[in-house]
């Protein structure tokens, strides 16, 4: 494990469906992101929390809705999602200090399949 | 604009030294990272650089020149385990903006 865990690790949902990504950290990290991966391209990073609260949002589509509960966890709401969706996303945390190399420490991913 | 620039395949011997090479064009550059990714897994930290120059960690080195805007990972004494997708990321600014390159699929072979 690498001290962040992302569940489900594979996911197939269809486009009218409902579901929620999970991720969780036990790094004592203040800032919590999602990446999306696609194949063949760079990650695009899609939302940061910084201390709970959302301090980036990278002109995500609305059926992506993030929240951050608390500082060890992380949720991705999914909803009418479309095909081009299908990615593998990525929870990271890292250490947000005044000096020093912001190191994100990543998850294994969600592996996300729309139908 | 932002840019990121890392070839997309490269294929080495074992045993063999490779250097797989990043050019960016970002606004406000603060460092330069190196993760590796194995298949299926999660991005690992390799490195990190900021000022000029090469830092040495085991088989593996990075290298920063911030006037070209390039940097380069070399791997020494390649392992089969060593085939995996290595991701270049700029730091834009100081904190938590980084810009990822698509990442160099490396394949080690015997």
């Known amino acids: 494990e690498t001290g962040v865990t992302q569940t489900p690790r594979h996911l197939v949902m269809g486009m009218t469906n409902k579901k929620s990504l999970k991720c969780e950290q036990h790094l004592g990290h203040n800032a919590m992101y999602w990446y999306k991966q696609s194949a063949k391209k760079p990650l695009e990073l899609m939302f940061v929390y910084s201390l709970e609260e959302r301090v980036e949002n990278n002109s995500v589509p609305s059926r992506f809705s993030p929240e951050c509960p608390n500082s060890s966890h992380l949720f991705l709401h999914l909803h009418t999602l479309q095909p081009e969706d299908s990615a593998l996303y990525l929870c990271?945390?890292?250490?947000?200090?005044?000096?020093?190399?912001?190191?994100?420490?990543f998850g294994a991913g969600s592996r996300l399949t729309v139908l | 604009g932002q840019n990121i620039d890392q070839p997309t395949e490269m294929t080495a011997t074992e045993g063999a030294i490779v250097q797989i090479n990043c050019t960016y064009q970002t606004s406000g550059f603060n460092g330069l990272f190196w993760y590796q990714q194995h298949a299926g897994e999660a991005p690992t930290f390799l490195s990190y650089?900021?000022?000029?120059g090469l830092e040495e960690k085991g088989r593996f080195s990075s290298f920063l020149s911030r006037s070209k805007g390039y940097s380069y990972l070399l791997l020494k004494e390649l392992q089969m385990k060593d085939s995996a997708s290595y991701l270049c990321a700029a730091v834009m600014e100081y904190g938590n903006k980084l810009v990822f390159g698509a990442g160099t699929i490396l394949r080690v072979k015997s």
């Open positions: 650089n900021v000022l000029d």
């Open positions: 990271a945390s890292s250490h947000q200090g005044t000096s020093g190399a912001n190191v994100l420490t």
